[in-house]
């Protein structure tokens, strides 16, 4: 801390000074990046950085997303209130997690922040390969940082079966776990959690290996567990899990384990997923006109509340925090490939039926915030908040 008050004059943005006779506590002043205040907001770029040039990174499943004619959606920034969220900044994180082990487990949206994350780090140090990819489970390493970047697909974090072609529906085992990621908790520095979307499904719930419930099953006596209790109990099950391992394992791995949870971020149909112009908007929505709520609000919530218990039942042993960015997802209908997710599309097919993907973000973009604000929170908590980060402010 000495030497860094030393190379400035003036103390650095966020933080506040409290002298006390000769000891002086820095107290890092809280970025409210979720957006429940009417003061947060989506802000337009200026008018001459509305063209960008589309990075060379694919945040598909291994083909770029083409056939958009706009690319303002790129340069749309996010405006926390009372703040400024600093861009990603890749000397920074490298910094942060030096020497560590990086983990996202969860579903497609968790698949999407981790390309992101990737492919931003990327641009600045070359990474190798170690084995599997990115559509199911997989590791690479940067090692010029000897940092370690692990995917694990777990759409439920508990054990559970998805629907397929065969299966119409997800079986869910909400008081098993999915040992394919939490048999590597022991190694895992950062681990970053998401669970939404696949609870939306048709689903069969089962605890202590019997059938406890479903959710919009036809042929299902009991439907009356509702998909906000589901994925609540999933949540008690793998947080717990973490606790219970890291609680394990503290006293002989001597590492500290950082736990974040991204919040559910909603889709943006409007309409059947193969209409017309259901999901082709061009703008951030207008919060005046389009506020969260619903089923969205009501996943929001749920995962607040489980985060919150994870917190308080992991007595110190593991850092458990939100991520939340499911109102500045909601207000980013601009942010899908739409119709231009699979191929690219002829003008004759768009005035017609064609398979919208108005879920997944797939584009840099919106996601590449929640990495922002990641590291921001990251670089907040481990007090290195350095003066080449503050400059780089926009």
Sequence with gaps: MGSESSSSSSPPRNLLYLTTGSVVFVL????AFSSLSNRTSWVPPPQSQVTLQIPACNYTDGEWVQGRTDEEYLAWRWQPNDCRLPRFHPPTFFDLMQNKHVAFVGDYAARNQFESLFCMLSKSSEPE???GSEKASGRWRFPDHNLVFSFYYSPFLVKGDEKNRINRNNRIFLDEIDAAWTAELKDVDVLLLSAGHSFLYPSEYYQQNKLLGCHALETCNNNNITVHYAMGRALETAFGEVVKSRKKWYGHSGRDLSVFFTTF???HYEGDFDGIGVC???QPYNRTYNALGGMNAEMRRTQMEKVEEARKRSGGAV???????????????????????????????LSEKIKNECV???????VDTWNEILLDVMTNRNGRRSQLRINLQD
């Design 28 to 31: 890092i002043s809280i970025c």
């Design 129 to 131: 390969h170690v084995y």
């Design 265 to 267: 971020s909603p889709d």
């Design 280 to 282: 082709q908007r061009t």
């Design 319 to 349: 850092s458990v925090e939100a991520l939340d960015i499911t109102e500045l997802a909601w207000l980013r209908p601009d942010g899908h490939p739409g119709p231009f997710f699979y191929y690219i599309p002829s003008p004759e097919e």
């Design 360 to 366: 997944k973000w797939c584009l840099p973009g919106p």
